[in-house]
Every structure is written in structure tokens, then in C-alpha cells.
């Protein structure tokens, strides 16, 4: 499998504390998205960070991308009972090849505690 | 605006059925990929359409399944002989060319929950 990997598997928090969670890919990438998957709204973008950014932020989200280590974090401040859900990196391949598929990793559940 | 819609949304199936699963991109999108979604797990690639030719079918498992888009729109999904193995959900997800669009994000619609008894 190429699937990356998340850590931590499972995460609950309260209601306004700040949730992170960590990524790691094994190859080159031309940029890497977070997903969130939910039962109610299903699997929807959140942010992509480009290769060549180190740090992006969107609302309450905050994403971080070090290629070096071929690493990436996630974190949501002052997270809701409505951030509950699975959250997956997935990374985007470098121009070049025949086809721009995504490469999941394995995925972080969290759970806001109200 | 319409989002991907996927159907049937339930599939239950006996082992050694053939099954036949439906994608409706959003319109105007020239890439549309399928992913296999097993329980507890993130999305894995099957096969990707840049309109109606396959260009990567890397991800099938066997030859028992199969994709087309004949006319680089609805897309269907045929998994011949089904085995208990092939019980998940299914993804369907489309996208802009981000070569000529810039944007690399897809858009994912509810999925097919395979079930194989």
C-alpha cells in the first residue's frame, strides 16, 4: 500500500481546546490536501498547501508541510462539537505523471466532546 | 450547485453476483477518479478518467473489476464475481483539469457501501 500515515490514530478533545494531527507521506509531492470525512456531509476539502509553502491557514485551521521530513500537521483552534469527524491527508503527485490521484493516509478520528 | 452523486448509495450482494455502480460528476469536469474505501481506512486509489479515456488503472485490484466513461461524464464501476473481500465503500470524486484549472482538489461524492455476503 502507498498509504501514508496519521498519527495520532484517535483524538478527543473539549469543546475549545485546540485538536493536532500529523501526517507522513513516502513520496515527492507536488502538494499535499486535508480531507474531512463525516457521516453526515461525507469526504470534503479543507486546505492544500503547494510544495513549496511551509505553513498555510484557512479560519481555523492551520497546516504545516516540512518535505524534508515528508511531514505535515493539522490544527484546529478553539474546535466545535461539529469538528467531530475523520480526518485524512492525502497527497497530491508531482506533474508528470499520467494521472493526478491522491494517495490517502490512514486518517485521524476526532472527537469534540461538548 | 449539483455535487457528485453517486448510486446506488446501498449495495448488498452475494458472492459471485456482478454489480454495477454509478457516477454523476459535477458537470464540466474532465477528471473523474475512483477510490476503494475499506472500514477504518483512508480512500485507496483505483482508476482515473481524464474524460473518456482511462489513464491510470493501476489501482484495480483484479481483472474481475472493470470502469468506463464512455462519453467522459457518468461513470460506472463493474466488479465481476464478487468476493467478500470486495465489501466497501466506494468513491467516486471529480475534479478540474488542474493543469489548465490550477486546482488539484476533488470532489467527493456519498460513495456506494458494498456489502458482499
Known amino acids: 500500500s502507498q498509504q501514508g500515515e496519521e498519527d495520532p490514530q484517535a483524538l478527543s478533545i473539549q469543546e475549545g481546546e485546540n485538536a493536532t494531527m500529523n501526517c507522513s507521506y513516502k513520496?515527492?509531492?507536488?502538494?499535499l490536501q486535508w480531507y474531512r470525512q463525516n457521516s453526515g456531509r461525507g469526504l470534503v476539502h479543507l486546505i492544500l498547501?503547494?510544495?513549496?509553502?511551509r505553513e498555510k491557514h484557512s479560519g481555523r485551521l492551520r497546516v504545516t508541510l516540512d518535505t524534508s521530513k515528508k511531514s505535515s500537521s493539522l490544527l484546529i483552534t478553539a474546535s466545535r462539537a461539529a469538528d467531530t469527524a475523520s480526518y485524512f491527508c492525502?497527497?497530491?503527485?508531482?506533474?508528470?505523471?499520467?494521472?493526478?490521484?491522491?494517495?490517502f493516509g490512514t486518517g485521524t478520528l476526532l472527537a469534540v466532546q461538548p | 450547485g449539483a455535487g457528485v452523486s453517486q448510486s446506488p448509495r446501498y449495495k448488498v450482494a452475494k458472492r459471485g453476483q456482478d454489480v454495477a455502480l454509478r457516477c454523476d460528476p459535477i458537470?464540466?469536469?474532465?477528471?473523474l477518479f475512483w477510490y476503494q474505501q475499506a472500514l477504518g481506512q483512508g480512500p485507496e486509489f483505483l482508476t482515473y478518467f481524464q474524460n473518456e479515456a482511462q489513464l491510470d488503472k493501476s489501482g484495480l485490484p483484479s481483472d474481475r473489476f472493470f470502469a468506463e466513461r464512455p462519453e467522459g461524464s457518468v461513470s460506472t464501476l463493474k466488479i465481476q464475481r464478487t468476493q467478500q473481500e470486495d465489501s466497501a465503500v466506494y468513491l467516486c470524486a471529480s475534479s478540474l483539469d488542474p493543469r489548465t484549472s490550477g486546482s488539484h482538489e476533488q470532489f467527493f461524492g456519498p460513495g456506494t457501501r458494498l456489502t458482499v455476503l
Open positions: 492525502a497527497t497530491g503527485p508531482n506533474y508528470g505523471g499520467a494521472t493526478n490521484k491522491l494517495i
Open positions: 458537470s464540466g469536469h474532465v477528471s
Open positions: 498547501i503547494r510544495s513549496n509553502e
Open positions: 513520496t515527492s509531492i507536488n502538494n
